[in-house]
């Protein structure tokens, strides 16, 4: 019998959750949403992310952070590790960016390393 799996995260900044998802590709709903997974089971979440015959992701604040929620074993095309993986990376990306760009920073280049790893270069004129 599956059952829904949560994954806390440090992700605490809706806007910023549902940019990361757009620029990983997704569709994401916001909202009073329903999270159903096998046998009719069902869960409150605010984030749904819906995938091609498969189950759905959803996100659901819990404190002061959003948890991934999900009946991975219905899930089809997408891994746990690998989604939250990116996720984390693109919503660090994102945040980062926010954060230089309000302190006066502009991205001069940004480079994306056999890794996985990005470098980003900035500038600030004083």
């Given at each position: 019998m599956s059952h829904f799996s949560r994954i806390k995260t440090q992700l605490a900044d809706k806007d910023l959750l549902i940019?990361?998802?757009k620029a990983l590709g997704f569709t994401p709903e916001e909202g009073d949403?329903?999270?159903?997974g096998f046998g009719g089971q069902h869960t409150p979440v605010e984030i749904l992310v819906k995938?091609?015959?498969s189950?759905?992701?959803g996100f659901r604040k819990s404190g002061d952070f959003f948890e991934i929620i999900a009946d991975w074993s219905g899930v089809r095309g997408v891994q746990?590790?690998?989604f939250t993986q990116s996720l984390l990376q693109r919503y660090a990306y994102l945040a980062t960016r926010q954060k230089l760009e309000a302190q006066g920073f502009t991205l001069v280049?940004?480079?994306?390393?056999s890794t996985g790893e990005i470098r980003?270069?900035?500038r600030r004129m004083v």
């Amino acid at each position: 019998m599956s059952h829904f799996s949560r994954i806390k995260t440090q992700l605490a900044d809706k806007d910023l959750l549902i940019q990361a998802l757009k620029a990983l590709g997704f569709t994401p709903e916001e909202g009073d949403l329903l999270l159903h997974g096998f046998g009719g089971q069902h869960t409150p979440v605010e984030i749904l992310v819906k995938l091609p015959q498969s189950f759905p992701i959803g996100f659901r604040k819990s404190g002061d952070f959003f948890e991934i929620i999900a009946d991975w074993s219905g899930v089809r095309g997408v891994q746990a590790k690998e989604f939250t993986q990116s996720l984390l990376q693109r919503y660090a990306y994102l945040a980062t960016r926010q954060k230089l760009e309000a302190q006066g920073f502009t991205l001069v280049e940004e480079q994306i390393a056999s890794t996985g790893e990005i470098r980003l270069l900035l500038r600030r004129m004083v």
